[in-house]
């Protein structure tokens, strides 16, 4: 049964006759924070935006994490850089709560040492990876990418990693892997947000495994050359920059090959507004916000005309042969 709210126009499939209760109620909550505006409301976000950059203490100086500049092309734009500040206090991590300033402030308490990593599924070198053999497995890079969140703003940040096909590489994907599924951690004792319903947990992301492969898709241990903090998902997470902020899962713990296209936690808590794909297209909205164009963190002011969204988030030359022949209308 389809019904249609109110308040936001949208139309809902009624998932209380399909799905556990747990789950339902999961999506109620989510729905109810994106009317409430919690998940969903860029605008009443951004206005607090600038409070929240100040409002929250950097925390100290982390690591170095050094890496050469890349020549993978597309790797580098020469974009103004988004304020580290901006980058550290303005995040989405459901697990440290739903509000963007409750993740720098919750996920201190995050142990990120030791750290492994499962590699499991269809390859032929399963193994699990300790974080200083991740760190070692190839050299890092320093990529400039753009990420543009679905809600509407974007950043451009300087990610320290490499490209997850050296890894990918190692573990030897059978050929009837066609698919990776990215699973995050969930840890009721450290992670507030666990215990609400608003996402399935543990937070799970998916890609082609040809995406997977390309050489734009970082494995991030470090930004603004410093190790990852922990908001931003230390102690390693996913980048594609083509994508919606979403793909890019923190806190990795396993990577997982399949023949099945992974089920995704946005896809699970609201299939019609997430698709498997998620790639930046201004020219198929989210059925509550336009992707046409985009606010930039810390540069355009609430009343500034907002920036055009480009194509692939401006990777089209590198990724479009990716989709060629692809209705991105219906794979969105
Ligand atoms: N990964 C986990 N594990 N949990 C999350 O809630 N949020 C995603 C993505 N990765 C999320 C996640 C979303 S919605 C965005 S926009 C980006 O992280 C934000 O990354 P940033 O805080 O470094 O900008």
Redesign the pocket.
């Given at each position: 049964m389809i019904i249609r709210s109110d308040r936001d126009g949208f139309v809902h499939p009624q998932s209380s006759e399909i799905t556990p209760h747990g789950v339902y109620q999961g999506r109620r909550e989510l729905m109810r924070l994106m009317a409430g505006g919690l998940a969903g409301a860029a605008l009443a976000s951004w206005a607090a935006r600038d409070a929240l950059a100040q409002g929250v203490a950097r925390p100290g100086k982390l690591a170095p994490l050094a890496g050469a500049k890349s020549a993978v092309a597309g790797a580098v734009t020469m974009e103004k850089l988004t304020d580290y500040q901006d980058?550290?206090s303005?995040?989405?991590?459901?697990?440290?709560g739903t509000d963007k300033s409750d993740?720098a402030r919750q996920a201190q308490q995050l142990k990120t040492s030791p750290w492994t990593v499962a590699v499991e599924g269809l390859v032929k070198k399963p193994a699990s990876y300790g974080l200083e053999d991740l760190l070692k497995l190839s050299a890092q890079e320093e990529r400039i990418y753009r990420?543009r969140?679905?809600?509407g703003w974007s950043?451009v940040?300087p990610w320290v990693g490499y490209s997850l096909a050296e890894l990918i590489r190692k573990v030897e994907p059978l050929g009837s892997a066609k698919y990776v599924e990215f699973v995050?951690?969930a840890d009721p004792k450290t992670m507030p947000?666990v215990g609400s319903r608003v996402?399935e947990w543990?937070?799970v992301?998916g890609l082609r495994l040809d995406e997977a492969m390309h050489p734009l898709t970082l494995l991030a241990f470090g930004?603004y050359g410093e190790v990852l903090p922990k908001?931003?998902?230390a102690p390693l997470?996913?980048v594609v920059p083509w994508k919606?902020?979403?793909?890019?899962?923190?806190?990795l713990v396993k990577i997982r090959f399949t023949d099945q296209e992974p089920r995704t936690?946005?896809s699970k808590a609201a299939p019609q507004e997430y698709g498997f794909y998620s790639n930046v297209n201004p020219g198929v909205d989210h059925p509550r916000w336009s992707q046409a164009s985009e606010r930039r963190i810390g540069e355009d002011g609430l009343f500034a005309k907002k920036r055009k969204t480009l194509m692939f988030n401006g990777y089209e030359a590198q990724v479009g042969q990716l989709y060629a022949g692809m209705d991105l209308k219906k794979f969105y």
């Open positions: 980058a550290s303005y995040n989405n991590y459901y697990e440290f993740p990420l969140c679905v809600e950043m940040i995050t951690l947000g996402l543990p937070y992301e930004m908001q931003n998902g997470r996913l919606y902020g979403f793909k890019s899962a923190k806190s936690a946005w």
